[in-house]
Nanobody, 115 residues
Framework: VQLVESGGGLVQPGGSLRLSCATS????????MSWYRHTPGKERELVAS????????NYADSVKGRFTISRDNARNTVYLQMNSLKPEDTAVYYC?????????WGQGTLVTVSS
């Protein structure tokens, strides 16, 4: 049972990245999923969430209109499309399986926004 994030890297301000969260060992369609981010010295921030079927999404105010969370349950993958990136988006991004008793985190992928 695991989550594996990928797609992070170095991008210039205004650029785009697409993060992926590959899931395995469980039925992802049963769970809501979220993306969080963490920067040293700051609280971990919930960036975006999506319901199990993908019909509803929520975003932090700081990313609303720029980021899009989506999922492909047939491919067992959750995505985070990030556009118009800003230096303040620099962080390690984590995927999370949302569950009161069975929460699961990935290892994270680093996103650096810098010129």
């Amino acid at each position: 049972v695991q989550l594996v994030e990928s797609g992070g890297g170095l991008v210039q301000p205004g650029g785009s990245l697409r993060l992926s969260c590959a899931t395995s060992g469980f039925t992802v369609s049963r769970y809501p999923m979220s993306w969080y981010r963490h920067t040293p010295g700051k609280e971990r921030e919930l960036v975006a969430s999506i319901t199990s079927g993908g019909g509803s999404t929520n975003y932090a105010d700081s990313v609303k209109g720029r980021f899009t969370i989506s999922r492909d349950n047939a491919r067992n993958t959750v995505y985070l499309q990030m556009n118009s990136l800003k230096p303040e988006d620099t962080a390690v991004y984590y995927c999370k399986r949302v569950s009161r008793n069975l929460a699961l985190w990935g290892q994270g992928t680093l996103v650096t926004v810098s010129s």
